[in-house]
Every structure is written in structure tokens, then in C-alpha cells.
């Protein structure tokens, strides 16, 4: 059957789960315990900022009612006009500091942990930042009530720390790609996942036939690849049928 681009947003009274659609990342607003970190790979000009403004602002998405707060630290934001709506609307830094995020999580912790605020925070352009206090936020996010973490880089190849790589819950690898080796370089990352890099390479050229187009994966059991939020176009390791909720796409190409 044809699946639907986007579907709206509606947030529920109940004190459950805020509902999003299955095929974005599973941020588990309402759920105690829950929360996603974003790794977006994307190089200059490929569509990132209109990905991540779009995420936040679009009532189709998430939407602007979705989180308690949003934060954003982007060196960069000033220099982008794609982001000039999320700088209108929500709390930014074009410097990052360690103070910010140790002043975000005290504030986050001065609340009784049923009170919490429920944030997501973006670090935008953040190659090359990586210190304890970073490393705090990726590795205990959840703990923090931070529903949703976004780190946002250019490159791949020693710019992505292995804290990083190893608490991705779910992956965005942009288009075009201008850099071969740096394609190779996440093709070899996450290949084994996606029967080895040269079917990833395969999925990849699928998911992105079009300039701005977008590979993401969910680090789910099983991994699964998505064309943009809108289709599945590949499901990692030996799991043949397609995940709960989600149509997928004949590929003939999902195994070497």
C-alpha cells in the first residue's frame, strides 16, 4: 500500500506517550526513561539545517508545542539563513561553552525527576568539540530528561567521537557527498549492520537519488534504513519481514 509522507502530529492528554509517526526517531516524549541521540552526517549545502528546522518547527514532524524547551549551540547559526526561524523561536548559543550545558543540566536536575522538564538540545556544526561535559550529555542524556540529543558534523573520518558513534540511537548521513573517502569511511562504519559496506554503499545511492535526499537508519533491533522520513528501503541483519508499523520497499539488493 502507498504510505503517507507525513501525518499530523497529536499530542495526547492521558499522560502517555506523545505520538509522532513510527518512521521518525522514537524520542519517547512522556515516557520515563526514553529519549533518541541524533547523529546527522551531512556536508555544507546538503539540506541539514532544513532537516533539523523542519524536525522542530513543522507541526507534521515533531512541531513547536512537542518539547517543554529547546536548545540550540551552533557556531554556525548566525551564518545560515535556513536557520534563522529556529533562532527566532527558541534559546541559541553561537559559542559553545561548558557552561552552557552545565547550567542546562542543573536546571534540568533542580526539578523533581516526575516534574522534569521533557528538552531536546541540538549541538549544530560541532567538529572537533568534544570534552568531559559533552561526553556527560551523549552518555546520560536520558537521565536528564533530554528527549531528544542532536549532534550535527560535516565530516566523518576523526571528526565523530567513538562516544558518539557508540550512543547513536539513530544515524542521518546526508546527499551529495562529495568526498568518496568519506563516504567509504561510513559505509565501513555502519556496513555490518546492513550486510557489509558494499550493500550500506547500495541502500545509500537508493535512499539519496535526488539532492537533498537523505539516508536514516535506525539503530533499532533490527536496524532498519529509510529513504528520508518516507519509506524503508533495507532491514539490517537476517530479519525479513518489515518492523511493526512500517511498509517496506521490495529490495532485491538487502542481501550480498
Request: glycine share 6%; aromatic share 10%; charged share 25%.
Amino acid at each position: 500500500m502507498d504510505y503517507p509522507q507525513v501525518v499530523p502530529i497529536k499530542a495526547e492528554d492521558n499522560g502517555q506517550a506523545k505520538f509522532h509517526h513510527p518512521n521518525l526517531p522514537d524520542v519517547g516524549v512522556g515516557v520515563k526513561g526514553e529519549g533518541e541521540c541524533l547523529l546527522m552526517i551531512s556536508p555544507r549545502q546538503t539540506g541539514k539545517s532544513t532537516i533539523i528546522s523542519n524536525l522542530f518547527l513543522n507541526d507534521n514532524f515533531y512541531g513547536q508545542e512537542f518539547y517543554d524547551d529547546v536548545i540550540v549551540i551552533s557556531p554556525t547559526i548566525n551564518l545560515d539563513r535556513s536557520s534563522r526561524f529556529m533562532k527566532q523561536r527558541y534559546q541559541t548559543f553561537d559559542q559553545y561553552s561548558p557552561d552552557i550545558i552545565d547550567n542546562l543540566l542543573a536546571k534540568q536536575m533542580s526539578f523533581e525527576e516526575d516534574e522534569r522538564p521533557e528538552i531536546a538540545v541540538v549541538l549544530d556544526d560541532m567538529v572537533g568539540i568534544m570534552d568531559k561535559t559533552i561526553a556527560n550529555l551523549v552518555t546520560r542524556s536520558r537521565h536528564y530528561n533530554i528527549k531528544l540529543l542532536i549532534i550535527s558534523v560535516q565530516k566523518f573520518r576523526g571528526a565523530v567521537d567513538p562516544i558518539i558513534r557508540a550512543n547513536a540511537t539513530s544515524v542521518i548521513v546526508g546527499s551529495p557527498f562529495p568526498n568518496q573517502r568519506e563516504l567509504n569511511a561510513i559505509a565501513e562504519e555502519y556496513g555490518d549492520i546492513f550486510n557489509g559496506p558494499k550493500n550500506w554503499m547500495k541502500l545509500y545511492k537508493k535512499a539519496t537519488p535526488k539532492r537533498y535526499d537523505f539516508a536514516f537508519m535506525k539503530m533499532s533491533n533490527p536496524p532498519v534504513m529509510f529513504k528520508n522520513f518516507e519509506k524503508v528501503i533495507g532491514v539490517g541483519g537476517e530479519q525479513s519481514e518489515r518492523p511493526e508499523g512500517m511498509d517496506i520497499e521490495k529490495n532485491e539488493e538487502n542481501t550480498e
